[in-house]
């Protein structure tokens, strides 16, 4: 068959310099605090078929500057907790779809202004030398800074949340070791988790579907 487009003779070559600068102090023997600010680079590429020129079109590098704080310790000898804050702040951040072009599907992408932040903690705790609590909580918001979607970049998704980024989630487990003889065990097992409501998209025709608030559980039992 034809190929669709103009021939996609291309070439591209890119290298970035990135850097990471971070810091901890340790507060005491079992806890720390720390900081970080530090960038991230994907190259670019070209495309098979770019739908807003209607040939072959190449897009941009993904560039990242990514700020974190937390603390890691031991609160007590039998309990854990780290937390952490984030902020990523995309200067670009490739963005691909599939597009459908005149009955065949390619792969589509461009790059957009992106920004991500979230708080994270995570919890384990050992009550008894059989069990064992592991829970954690995140809180998380993103957006496009400025994105025009759909097959003609007619539609402005700008301020809108970027896909499968739930506002909130978190997790809660449990499990405990039954001893029997011979130095054998098993060991029980009881998760679940929680997600809030996100978004997943479709860039062509634009539209944006939501998943609703969900749970999922499992229960194991391992000899």
């Not at 591209?12 to 102090?25: C, E, H, I």
């Not at 031991?74 to 490739?94: C, E, H």
Request: glycine share 8%; proline share 5%; charged share 20%.
């Amino acid at each position: 068959n034809d190929c669709i487009g103009t021939p996609n003779n291309g070439y591209q070559s890119a290298k970035k310099p990135t850097w990471r600068l971070g810091a901890d102090y340790q507060v005491a023997p079992n806890q720390m605090i720390y900081a970080s600010v530090a960038t991230g680079y994907k190259a670019g590429g070209f495309n098979d078929f770019d739908p807003s020129t209607g040939g072959s079109g190449a897009y941009a590098p993904e560039q990242l500057t990514a700020y974190e704080a937390g603390y890691k310790g031991r609160l007590l000898p039998n309990l854990q907790y780290n937390t952490d804050v984030f902020y990523y702040d995309y200067s670009s951040s490739q963005v691909s779809s599939l597009e459908n072009i005149q009955g065949n599907f390619v792969i589509y992408t461009r790059s957009v202004p992106v920004k991500i932040s979230g708080w994270e903690n995570e919890l384990h705790w050992r009550p008894t030398a059989n069990d064992t609590v592991d829970a954690s909580l995140v809180f998380e918001s993103s957006k496009y800074v400025a994105f025009m979607a759909g097959l003609t970049a007619d539609v402005d998704w700008s301020g809108r949340s970027l896909d499968k980024t739930p506002g909130v989630a978190g997790a809660f487990g449990y499990s405990h070791v039954f001893d029997l003889p011979d130095d054998r065990n098993i060991v029980f097992h009881v998760q679940s988790k929680y997600s809030s409501a996100f978004l997943l998209s479709d860039i062509q025709p634009a539209l944006q579907y939501k998943q609703r608030p969900f749970t999922r559980s499992d229960m194991t039992l391992d000899r």
